[in-house]
């Protein structure tokens, strides 16, 4: 059975999106007084998880024609332009811009930590004396 054929609840689960950040999305993008009803906020959300399939699909085969054994933001960029959405490239060539800028600073951090020669239990017995000193000056403040 390929990934298109599943049925029953199990897929039914695992290819949805959570519904009440859906529900927060929808309602941020609407005016106030207009309410989307539960079956409309389900049918965008078989949109998008058809949507994220389909640039999915697109993705993995541009990849497989690299020979690559691993998507990459690249291959999801060419994905959005064979399939025809050169109106999102440029916004979503910002975001994975963004993100992989985030990720050298999320990693630098990391290695920056793991430099220290601090050991792990050490550092949480130092977070442990800050929360306390916190707490401290919290309650003398509010005697």
Known sequence: MSDNERTGPAADDELSLPKATVQKLISEMM??????????????????VEFIHLIASEANEICEKE?????AGEHVISALQT??????????DEVYKEHKKQQKDRDKRSTRLENSGISE?????????????????????NQ
Request: overall charge negative.
């Open 67 to 71: 020979t690559k054994k691993t998507i």
């Open 121 to 141: 239990e050490e550092l949480l017995r130092q977070q442990e004396l800050l929360f306390e000193k916190s707490r401290l000056k919290f309650e003398a403040q």
């Open 83 to 92: 399939l025809g959405f050169e109106d999102y490239v440029e916004e979503v």
């Open 31 to 48: 005016p106030g007084d207009i309410v989307c009803a539960k079956d409309t906020r389900d049918l965008l959300i078989d949109c998008c």
